[in-house]
């Protein structure tokens, strides 16, 4: 294929708003294609040339493709500004006057051609490597045509965003086999234990999805992590799930171990490459597994080795860092727990049962027992089936100054990407009536009045995530409760991600509407006092037809937030790992009990 045919079905993308349309639309460009070419059109609509969990560096920031524009075009750097801010996009701004001016040797350059040139551009290093990566560029612009220049130029600057989820991608690839979304189960779970979208997409071309079902794990390709349920009470566990294992919660951030022939690599939930952060924990996995492959996830937190005890995740968190790393983690050490076995040499652990996994992770750890001497150890766990063990496990975890427990059915799955009932969260209750907090989706802002109308923001549209759907609802506009920094930070976030028009994902009221809508990227979680019934919201929205002294008239009635605050950022967290809509209504239906 062409790029400046790939070019013209992302114009028909980036237009259409109805998400039933860009599936449709992605199927037929998925049916274009060879097999040899349909992961890089993948990685490409994506804005990527790799798969998500992979590192990828183009070294060009806004000012250096600015630099390759106006090099390759020809024209002042005034000139093309005053366009670009008048625009708001650099890819339009570049495409206005690629349309003017034309270059010697444009051709039609094929997909494969304009990707390998990325993948130079990323490639290039060391000295002089900053020109190389800029002619590159350049005389990518001066050969395609205009519109493929306005997609192109968005790539190495990451604000390609078409506006569809993984999810419209897995429809697609059903879509394209046979005019349904009847295949999405089978292509879904395949995505869970090797989310390369890429890869998925070359093998339903190669064979079918057939193949698909054959798909095992990969060392060193990151699978969806399993995530926890919630109840209130010890009791609703035990009805739920019979008997279980209790482990501590600590309170860190989690990952996933990729071990081979001494090699490591960690990923974050978010299924980012974490490896060069954490040289502590590399070091112990090397000295402590004894298997020759294997992937397993734990959680580290932060240790005082002078009293022993665990130190709170805003402490924990600062070893999340991309500078002084080797200092921070003196300051800072860390301990591992690992908590679950998913592949170990050659055999896939997901489908076993939770005792079974456990017992043969624990085969691979060496285990002293010392916290003082080791930086991986396993978990500590307990049998438990009757709501006194959990209620004695859950005061020593919160005496501990952790965060609770984690209960694991014993029999249980290891259910990549879902919130499976197999693992069950109970953590301690805030003094607000509901007990956990809730990570919501930046949708947008308003500018601002009063005294922050310098920050050039006043509030934000918060949503969850309706995964029935794959689509945003809002449920609260916060105007409080963020520190003059945090409101700096997030507009600086929003400005990245920017959006002419409403992105085709978002449900949301006339009354909510915002004077910046922003892409799908950023999450925060939210702590909020209650959570209400509202009629200006869409999450839960239920349409009610009432009658009134007038007729009847329809009612509408979703959920909001009272007293919403931010608590932090979640750069760990994908959009669609944001609260979902289900556990929303969970949440209000214990809230009220
Ligand atoms: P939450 O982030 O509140 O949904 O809780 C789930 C998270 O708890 C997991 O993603 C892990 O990062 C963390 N966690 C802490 N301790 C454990 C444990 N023993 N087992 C599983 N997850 C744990």
Known sequence: MHFSELASFFHTIENTSSRNEMTKILAELFKKLHEDEIDKVIYLLQGRIAPTYVKIDFGLGEKLVIKAITRALNIEHKHFMNRYKSKGDIGEAAEFFKKEIRSI????????????????????????????????LAELIQTIDSLSTRYLVRIPINTLRLGFSDMTILDSLSWMLDGNKSHRPIIERAYQIRPDLGYIGKTVKQG???????????????????KAQRLPTPQEIIDKIGKGIVEPKYDGFRLQVHYKNKKVKLFSRNLDDVTYMYPDIIEGIRKEVKAKEIIFEGEAIG??????????????????????????????????????????????????????RRKALEKQIKLSGDIFKDTLLLSPEKIADNDQILEEEFDDAISRGLEG????????VYQPGARGWNWIKYKRS????????????????????????????????????????????TIAKIGTGLSDIEWVELRKRCDHIASNQRPALYEVDKQMNVDV?????????????????????????????????????????GY??????????????????????????????????
């Open 405 to 412: 427990i984690m209960i694991k059915k014993i029999d249980g």
């Open 208 to 226: 079918g999805v057939h193949k698909l079902e054959k798909v095992k794990p990969e060392v060193f390709t990151p699978i969806l992590m399993m």
């Open 105 to 136: 040797g444009e051709r039609d350059m094929t997909v494969k051609e304009v990707f390998v040139i990325l993948e130079k551009i990323t490639k290039a290093s060391g000295g002089g490597s900053q020109d190389t990566k800029l002619a590159l």
């Open 430 to 473: 805030q003094s607000s009536k509901i007990d956990d907090s809730i990570d919501c989706l930046v949708m947008g802002y308003d500018v601002g009045k009063g005294k922050r109308s310098g920050f050039g923001i006043g509030a934000f549209l918060a949503g969850v995530y309706d995964d029935k759907h794959d689509i945003y609802r």
């Open 517 to 557: 809508w922003v892409k799908p990227k950023i999450v925060v979680e939210i702590q909020a006092d209650e959570i209400t019934r509202s009629s200006v919201h869409t999450a839960g929205r239920v349409m009610q037809a009432t009658k009134s002294g007038k007729g009847s008239e329809v009612k509408a009635s």
């Open 303 to 356: 240790f005082d080795p002078h009293s022993g005890s665990f130190l709170p995740f805003q402490e924990t968190v600062q070893r999340k860092r991309k500078y002084h790393i080797q200092e921070k983690a003196l300051e800072i050490p860390l301990k591992m727990f690992a908590f679950e076995l998913l592949f170990l040499n050659g055999n896939d652990y997901i489908n076993k049962p939770f005792e079974q």
């Open 560 to 593: 909001a937030l009272r007293f919403p605050r931010l608590k932090r950022f979640r750069d760990d967290k994908k959009p669609e790992q944001a609260t979902t809509l289900s556990e929303l209504k969970q949440m209000y239906k214990d809230s009220k009990q």
